[in-house]
């Protein structure tokens, strides 16, 4: 008992002979961005009598690796010192390292209930991706939305500054400032993509498509840095959602053979660039 109280009594005498702050921000940072394939739902007219179907597709794009400067981008933290920044964030100087691989394969398994199809599929974009979808489809016309989650080794370089103020009750302070660092580094993470598509069928063996998702490559707050051994970063701020824009029409060849062409079209509210690429796709069904 002894032994404890000495050591809450010395823990409050530091408490109060040293106070200040602390915070730190991520200065500059680039990281990889997978984007993935265009889900257009099943894209012919199924009919009341047909109960399920399995939609096999194998897609071919054209290779992106593009820089994107990401602006706008803050860092957000508490702060309970005079000194530290109140009144305004830190800009970070990040950038997406925007891909898109040449080639993919999915599966999917639409259930047929009185035209509400409910789809589960798995994609490899090279990496592997579930998703899930619910549509409505009709002589004239599929409706649907859809979201999905994928996991990536991606990789990323990140330099975060920590800042630390100390000060005592004589008013003397000191500052010390130091960072964390990761040059060309991996992880494992998580990805999601969510978004809605329409078709549209002038016959019953073409389909007018239009698709728009929204993809976040990051879905966590921490990554690895490295000074003197791993440790943990902390992201002090919000990714930005990568938002596609896809048109495309569909042809049913047989009633096992679908082909697809189409254009997608890449915007971000934190990029001034516009990107886009031509993506073919062929299915079959059974």
């Not at 050591?7 to 530091?14: G, Q, Y």
């Not at 702060?79 to 390292?97: F, Q, V």
């Not at 929204?214 to 840095?225: G, H, N």
């Amino acid at each position: 008992m002894r032994i404890s109280l000495l050591k809450r009594l010395a823990f409050s005498f530091l408490y109060l002979l040293f106070m200040g702050c602390s915070y730190s921000y991520i200065e500059k940072g680039s990281f990889e961005a997978l984007v993935p394939e265009t889900f257009t739902g099943l894209a012919y007219p199924i009919g009341s009598d047909t109960t399920n179907v399995w939609k096999a597709n194998i897609t071919i794009r054209n290779y992106s690796n593009r820089h994107l400067q990401l602006h706008g981008i803050e860092n957000k933290y508490d702060n309970g010192c005079t000194e530290c920044p109140k009144n305004e964030n830190i800009k970070a100087d990040l950038r997406y390292d925007f891909k898109t691989f040449p080639v993919m394969g999915s599966i999917d398994y639409f259930l047929n209930a009185k035209r509400i199809l409910i789809g589960f599929g798995a994609a490899f974009d090279p990496y592997p991706r579930l998703r899930f979808s619910v549509g409505f489809n009709s002589e004239y016309f599929e409706v649907g939305g859809f979201f999905s989650f994928g996991f990536a080794n991606v990789s990323y370089s990140v330099k975060q500054v920590n800042y630390m103020e100390l000060g005592n009750m004589a008013g003397a302070s000191t500052t010390w400032i130091d960072s964390l660092y990761c040059d060309d580094c991996s992880e494992w993470k998580y990805n999601g993509n969510f978004g809605a598509y329409i078709n549209i069928f002038p016959t019953k063996t073409l389909s007018l498509t239009y698709a728009l998702s929204a993809f976040s490559p990051w879905l966590y707050d921490d990554i690895k840095c490295y000074e003197n051994g791993y440790q943990d970063c902390s992201l002090t701020f919000d990714f930005p959602y990568i938002f596609a824009q896809y048109f495309g029409v569909s042809y049913l060849f047989t009633k096992h053979i679908q082909s697809s062409l189409g254009v997608k079209v890449y915007l971000g509210n934190a990029f001034s660039e516009r990107l886009w690429n031509l993506e073919s796709k062929t299915s079959f069904m059974f």
